[in-house]
Nanobody, 121 residues
Framework: QVQLVESGGGLVQPGGPLRLACSAT????????TGWYRQAPGKERESVAH???????EYTESVKGRFTISRDNGKNTVYLQMNSLKPEDTAMYYC???????????????WGPGTQVTVSS
């Protein structure tokens, strides 16, 4: 059974850094795109950053130049380095991976349970 787990969230002061990690466990054949999403109270979930199997990253406009997404295929882990954090970055952060488990011919989206990021002084 494939599972995703996020880690690294917490409380940070404005302007500070935080690094999130999304680890995939289970019997995984291969992974296509992995992305980070966030949802603030009272708002819809939004895409933050994605990275494909080729390592090419994409970012939503509000985080360009501040966030960096990267992947370590050997560890089945995707990172989100967040710098110059702002109060408006406060949200629950989720990762989603589009992958195929061993023995399956289908690609599925898997979500992690989320990790809270709070930016406040």
């Amino acid at each position: 059974q494939v599972q995703l787990v996020e880690s690294g969230g917490g409380l940070v002061q404005p302007g500070g850094p935080l690094r999130l990690a999304c680890s995939a466990t289970g019997s995984i054949s291969c992974t296509r795109t992995t992305g980070w999403y966030r949802q603030a109270p009272g708002k819809e979930r939004e895409s933050v950053a994605h990275i494909g199997s080729d390592g090419y990253p994409e970012y939503t406009e509000s985080v360009k130049g501040r966030f960096t997404i990267s992947r370590d295929n050997g560890k089945n882990t995707v990172y989100l380095q967040m710098n110059s954090l702002k109060p408006e970055d406060t949200a629950m952060y989720y990762c989603k991976a589009n992958l195929k488990s061993r023995g399956s011919v289908f690609w599925y989206d898997y979500w992690g349970p989320g990790t809270q990021v709070t930016v406040s002084s």
